[in-house]
């Protein structure tokens, strides 16, 4: 009879033993495939990397505050994904804000497009001068932009014109772009010779 009793209790616990453990087993299974699936899933606060995928070019922004990702249309065509930096570029104390804006066209060329704003107390207020867009294809890129900092902010485009091809090489100008009296204006510009893609020249 104690024999029975032992053998009842030894059953029970390994009943038990073999239930904790599936159970452990599960909370850890479900938990490594919560993480899975998060990863890599776009939201409107991800920080990500800000070197441009298409290109690998350093557009000197650091890295994104926020991002998201966006489908194309039925041709590839359209905008693909949203950067935003915030970033003190007066000297205020007050980050500002600056937005790219990758746009598709379902080919080996694609652009950038940059607006800035300075954080008011009314607000954000657009001080982007016209046309700051980047014109980019699979072997060349007729116009960049890079953001400098430190010792003071300025934007340095190199732009070329488009000639025959698109890789032609044609007569490259570097300029540069400050800020005054809260408005941004070209305050140099030189030539810098013939050249395909203009990344090189930064």
Request: charge should be negative; proline fraction near 3%.
């Amino acid at each position: 009879m104690r024999n029975q009793h032992g053998d009842i209790k030894l059953v029970i616990l390994i009943v038990l033993t073999v239930i904790v453990m599936g159970a452990m087993i599960y909370l850890l299974v479900n938990k490594n495939s919560n993480e899975t699936q998060s990863v890599g899933v776009s939201s409107p606060t991800q920080i990500i990397e800000t070197e441009n995928e298409q290109s690998g070019f350093d557009d000197g922004l650091g890295r994104a505050d926020s991002a998201q990702t966006y489908d194309t249309d039925e041709f590839d065509g359209g905008i693909s994904r949203i950067d935003v930096f915030y970033r003190d570029i007066n000297s205020d104390d007050i980050p500002d804000r600056i937005t790219r804006t990758l746009n598709e066209n379902g080919t080996a060329h694609f652009y950038y497009e940059y607006k800035i704003e300075l954080r008011t107390s009314a607000g954000y207020i657009d001080i982007t001068p016209n046309d700051f867009t980047t014109s980019e294809g699979a072997d060349c890129a007729l116009r960049k932009f890079r953001f400098v900092f430190q010792p003071k902010f300025q934007i340095i485009q190199i732009a070329r014109p488009w000639e025959d091809t698109w890789d032609t090489p044609t007569v490259a100008y570097k300029t540069i772009y400050e800020l005054r009296n809260n408005k941004i204006i070209e305050t140099q510009s030189r030539e810098m010779g013939e050249i395909c893609d203009v990344s090189k020249l930064f």
